[in-house]
């Protein structure tokens, strides 16, 4: 019998995990990837023996990726050693107090008691609420959303009395603690999502518990040493790479899509799937006149999330103190924002997010070196700045920032330096108006509202990765593929049923 054939678009982690099931299952998997190396966002940067993670550094929640790697056959825990953080991250505050956030109940609620002693306990209480309402949800998040009527299942009506839709997350979390600050410290997770937690829906809650519950993970190498084996395993199972070769254009038959072209070859198969930026990719690649419902103009309508700026910075020496994981939360956060999100300007006091990943893992760094990673939240493209221009002021302050957490020396340890701005993302690694996370995750943009696993617009496409459902963040990317390669396989079998030679 011959096999069926499959095309990849993007060797991104939901790319990745499809091309593992879908090989295993029997099809002739190609990945086509427009870098030289897989990984996409969650590729490696590395330089002059230093080593760090493109993007995700949070590896949460392993159970989705954990049951990926058995179903064709291999223990990710073997496979990609990883280490369960302790503690998870230190949060600073620019309006004072620290907290070192560990799944110790009893050490939180210690720490709890020197920012508010009415909120003692309040923790707790979130966690058991969020249990269940994770619980709830699980089925939501497991299952594709291809109309309407998919919001009157059984799972949709049992979620329904935890799901709050006009209530923000942070709203949710002033339900539990009085404390502002405490607020953020179990609401900032929302720009997991891109999104501030003021505008992120309530049901986002669940992300921090996620992180209490089930902990924060580093993978030996970090989270890019996790897209690199899944690539060597897809190799095993006979997936075959193209790398350096971005898709120009497809072949229409009608609405289906019979190939694509690279710079190189035309693959033709008997379903594709597109793991590339979404809207980057459609709006590039299918012509306009082609899709019916995400138009060009439909897209620019859509909300995204926010970009980052990115500093990879390669360390003479160490910071020993500086945990592995620190967020800084700005004086004055909702103004912070505010400009990210609202006036688009570039902040004066912005909040950020350190890894010093080398207390963990000396791997990354050279003899006697470490690695920093800074992100600073900022706007998406808008053409409101000029990164070009505004970049290197934007360096000086960050490095500036970093005193507030005790790096008043980086500057003099600094060995290399890489940068990343917002117009870098959307040049070098194709993402629509640099939204590093994606379309935002408003509720007009969820669930059959996002783009679907089986693409509405074209026959025999698919979409995995954050612009599809279940949508942004490593464990519900992995997720949506599990649920594209289920209705892909389904789709050809019944496609298979249906031809005329196989009866």
């Not at 720490?111 to 306990?121: H, L, M, R």
């Not at 956060?333 to 400009?339: A, F, I, K, M, P």
């Not at 997720?479 to 005329?500: A, N, W």
Request: neutral net charge; charged residues 25%; glycine residues 8%.
């Amino acid at each position: 019998m011959v096999k069926r054939k499959v095309v990849v678009v993007g060797a991104g982690p939901g790319g990745l995990a499809a091309a593992m099931q879908l090989a295993h299952a029997g099809c002739d998997v190609t990945v086509l990837e427009r870098r030289d190396r897989p990984g996409g966002r969650t590729s490696a940067i590395e330089s002059d023996g230093f080593r760090f993670d493109c993007g995700p550094t949070f590896f949460l929640y392993p159970r989705v990726l954990q049951e990926i790697f058995a179903s064709v056959g291999y223990d990710l825990m073997k496979e990609v050693p990883m280490v369960r953080l302790e503690p998870q991250y230190r949060l600073t505050f620019g309006g004072g107090g620290q907290l070192d956030c560990t799944a110790d109940m009893d050490e939180m609620d210690r720490q709890i008691q020197q920012f508010s002693p009415a909120d003692v306990g309040a923790l707790r209480r979130y966690m058991d609420d969020n249990r269940v309402k994770l619980a709830k949800f699980r089925p939501i998040l497991e299952s594709p959303f291809s109309s309407p009527a998919d919001l009157m299942r059984r799972s949709m009506v049992g979620a329904a009395p935890h799901l709050h839709p006009f209530r923000s997350l942070g709203k949710e979390l002033q339900r539990y603690f009085s404390d502002p600050r405490l607020v953020i410290a179990f609401a900032f997770q929302s720009k997991y999502l891109g999104m501030s937690p003021f505008n992120c829906p309530s049901l986002f809650s669940i992300l921090s518990f996620l992180e209490y519950e089930y902990g924060v993970w580093h993978p030996i190498g970090g989270c890019s040493r996790v897209s690199e084996r899944m690539a060597e395993i897809a190799q095993d199972l006979g997936v075959k790479f193209r790398f350096n070769e971005p898709v120009r254009s497809v072949s229409l038959d009608g609405r289906d899509v019979r190939s694509l072209t690279t710079d190189t070859a035309t693959y033709d198969a008997d379903a594709f799937v597109i793991n590339a930026d979404f809207a980057d990719w459609i709006t590039r690649t299918v012509p306009n006149n082609k899709r019916k419902r995400w138009t060009d103009e439909s897209i620019a309508k859509k909300r995204f999330s926010c970009s980052t700026f990115m500093l990879y910075l390669g360390i003479e020496g160490q910071y020993p103190d500086l945990p592995h994981h620190s967020i800084h939360i700005s004086a004055d956060y909702e103004n912070n924002l505010r400009e990210i999100e609202q006036s688009h300007t570039l902040s004066q006091d912005p909040s950020f997010y350190v890894q010093n990943a080398c207390v963990t893992d000396p791997s990354l760094a050279p003899a006697g070196h470490s690695t920093l990673y800074v992100l600073v939240p900022v706007t998406h493209q808008t053409g409101s700045i000029d990164w070009e221009r505004q970049s290197p002021a934007f360096r000086e302050l960050t490095l500036d920032r970093l005193s507030a957490i005790g790096l008043g020396d980086i500057r003099d340890r600094i060995r290399f330096e890489h940068v990343l701005t917002p117009q870098t993302w959307q040049t070098d690694y194709a993402i629509y108006k640099g939204a590093t996370f994606n379309l935002a995750h408003n509720l007009g943009q969820m669930l059959h509202n996002r783009p679907r696993n089986r693409f509405e617009d074209l026959g025999r496409v698919y979409l995995v990765g954050g612009g599809t459902h279940p949508g942004s963040g490593l464990p519900v990317i992995y997720e949506s593929s599990r649920i594209t390669s289920k209705l892909l396989l389904d789709d050809l079998d019944k496609r298979l049923s249906d031809s005329p030679l196989s009866v």
